[in-house]
C-alpha cells in the first residue's frame, strides 16, 4: 500500500532569525519547508498547504501570494496577525489561527510589575541605590486604584485576574458591553473610552492592530487621562500616535508610561522616550518567557492534530475583525 503523502508546511520566519527551538517535533509528522523572504516565500508556497509565520512584522505574504496555489490554513505564532491580513487572504475561505494563550500570563505578570514599579517607586529607590544613598519616603498602595484595560479579549482577562487579586478594581472597555463579566468589574462599550480614561489610575493597552484601531491613542485620549494616571502598552505602538505620548509626558499630562511596544523597532537610540525618568521601556518581550518558542511549535502540533483529522481548528481569528472572537 502506498503511504499517504505527508502535508507541506512551510515555516515564514525572519530573515536573521534561526528556525525555533521545537520545530524538530514535526520531524515525521510533516514536510517542513523554510521561507525567511519574498524570494524564498515565492519557491516554497506552490503545494504547501500550511503556512506557519514565526515573523509576526513580515510583509512576505503579499508578494508571494500568487504561488499559493495548494494553501488551506495559515497559523501565525503570535497573537497580533495584522502583518498577515492581506486582501487575498481575508477574502478567501483560507482559516487564520494564532497563538492566543501562550502569552497572556506572562504578559499579564507584566503589566503587574509595571503596576508595582510606578507604586512603589523602584526607579527612585534604584537610583538612590546607584549613588549609595538612604532615602527613607512614602510610596503609594496599589490597593483600591482603579485599572482600565482598554482591550478586554483573553490577554485582558488575565490582566484582571491578576491585578484583582491585589485588591485592584479593574474595568474593561471591549466593542460591547459586558455587565456579568467574571473578571472585570465592568466592561464598557468602546463609546465610553474618554470617559472611563479621566477615572483611571492605570490605563492598559491590551486590544489587537487593526485599521479601527490603529493611532487610536492620541492627543485626546491623553487629554482625558487624569495627571496622575499611568499608561501601559503592551499591545502595538502602531495603535498610540507616539508624538502625542511624548507630548503628554513632557507637559505633566500623565504621570509615566510604561511601553513594550514602539510604531518603530527597534526604538532609535537617540529617541526622545529614553529620557524619561518615569518612563519603563522594554525591547517588545512582555509575553516571552523561558521556553516560549518551543510551546508556539507544541501549540500549533495540537491544532495539527485537529486538521489532520478534519476537526475545526482552534484559535480562529475573525478575519474581517482582526483577532479571536472570545465565547
Known amino acids: 500500500m502506498m503511504e499517504k503523502a505527508k502535508p507541506v508546511v512551510t515555516v515564514l520566519g525572519a530573515p536573521d532569525e534561526p528556525q525555533p527551538p521545537g520545530i524538530e517535533l514535526l520531524d515525521g509528522h510533516v514536510e517542513v519547508r523554510?521561507?525567511?523572504?519574498?524570494?524564498?516565500?515565492?519557491?516554497?508556497?506552490?503545494?504547501?498547504?500550511?503556512?506557519?509565520?514565526?515573523?509576526?512584522?513580515t510583509e512576505a505574504l503579499r508578494a508571494a501570494w500568487p504561488s499559493a496555489d495548494s494553501l488551506q490554513w495559515v497559523h501565525a505564532t503570535s497573537a497580533g496577525v495584522d502583518a498577515l491580513l492581506i486582501p487575498e487572504l481575508v477574502d478567501s475561505d483560507i482559516p487564520v489561527?494564532?497563538?492566543?494563550?501562550?502569552?497572556?500570563?506572562?504578559?499579564?505578570?507584566?503589566v503587574l510589575g509595571a503596576i508595582l514599579i510606578f507604586?512603589?517607586?523602584?526607579?527612585?529607590?534604584?537610583?538612590?541605590?546607584?549613588?549609595?544613598?538612604w532615602k527613607h519616603r512614602d510610596t503609594e498602595r496599589a490597593l483600591g486604584?482603579?485599572?482600565l484595560?482598554?482591550?478586554?479579549?483573553?490577554?485582558?482577562?488575565?490582566?484582571?485576574k491578576l491585578t484583582s487579586a491585589i485588591g485592584m478594581e479593574v474595568y474593561g472597555v471591549a466593542r460591547r458591553a459586558r455587565r456579568d463579566d467574571p473578571d472585570f468589574k465592568?466592561?464598557?462599550?468602546?463609546?465610553?473610552?474618554?470617559e472611563q480614561l479621566g477615572l483611571a489610575d492605570y490605563v492598559v493597552l491590551s486590544m489587537p492592530l487593526t485599521p479601527a484601531t490603529e493611532g487610536m491613542f492620541g492627543p485626546e485620549e491623553f487629554a482625558a487621562m487624569k495627571p496622575e494616571g499611568r499608561f501601559i502598552n503592551i499591545a502595538r505602538g502602531a495603535i498610540v500616535q507616539t508624538q502625542a505620548l511624548v507630548e503628554a509626558l513632557e507637559k505633566g499630562r500623565i504621570a509615566g508610561a510604561a511601553l513594550d511596544v514602539f510604531e518603530q523597532e527597534p526604538l532609535p537610540a537617540e529617541h526622545r522616550l529614553w529620557d524619561f525618568d518615569n518612563v519603563i521601556m522594554t525591547a517588545h518581550m512582555a509575553g516571552d518567557f523561558i521556553g516560549w518558542r518551543v510551546a508556539l511549535i507544541e501549540q500549533f502540533m495540537a491544532n495539527l492534530a485537529h486538521w489532520q483529522k478534519g476537526e475545526k481548528l482552534f484559535n480562529q481569528v475573525d478575519k474581517k475583525l482582526g483577532y479571536v472572537v472570545q465565547g
Request: net charge negative.
Open 34 to 57: 523554510s521561507a525567511c523572504d519574498e524570494a524564498s516565500l515565492r519557491e516554497t508556497l506552490p503545494g504547501t498547504q500550511i503556512l506557519l509565520v514565526t515573523d509576526f512584522r
Open 97 to 110: 489561527t494564532n497563538a492566543q494563550g501562550i502569552f497572556d500570563k506572562s504578559i499579564a505578570e507584566y
Open 119 to 133: 507604586a512603589k517607586d523602584f526607579h527612585g529607590s534604584l537610583a538612590y541605590q546607584r549613588n549609595h544613598q
Open 145 to 147: 486604584k482603579r485599572v
Open 149 to 160: 484595560v482598554v482591550g478586554a479579549g483573553s490577554i485582558g482577562r488575565e490582566i484582571a
Open 186 to 194: 465592568e466592561v464598557f462599550a468602546s463609546e465610553y473610552l474618554h
